[in-house]
């Protein structure tokens, strides 16, 4: 027979992976996008060069061969 000592951590374990598993549908569920994007959307470049970066930003000229 299975004392309390030994039933406790496996009552918690199976209560754990069985809230998990129930929370998990709702957690992935993907949201659909909004009808129109935002006012101050617009089109940018691949390396958005238009949006400012609060931090001073300088290159570093490395010469990867010869």
């Given at each position: ?14 209560l ?5 598993l129930g929370?998990?549908p709702?957690?992935?569920?993907a949201?659909s ?9 617009g089109?940018i470049?691949?390396?958005l ?8 930003v ?5 010469k990867l061969?010869?």
């Open positions: 027979m299975m004392t309390n000592a030994r039933r406790c951590p496996r009552l918690v374990t199976v754990s992976l069985s809230v998990a929370l998990a709702a957690a992935l569920e949201q996008p909004p009808a129109q994007p935002p006012a101050d959307w089109p470049s691949i390396n060069e238009e949006i400012s970066y609060p931090h001073p300088e290159f570093l000229n490395l061969f010869g």
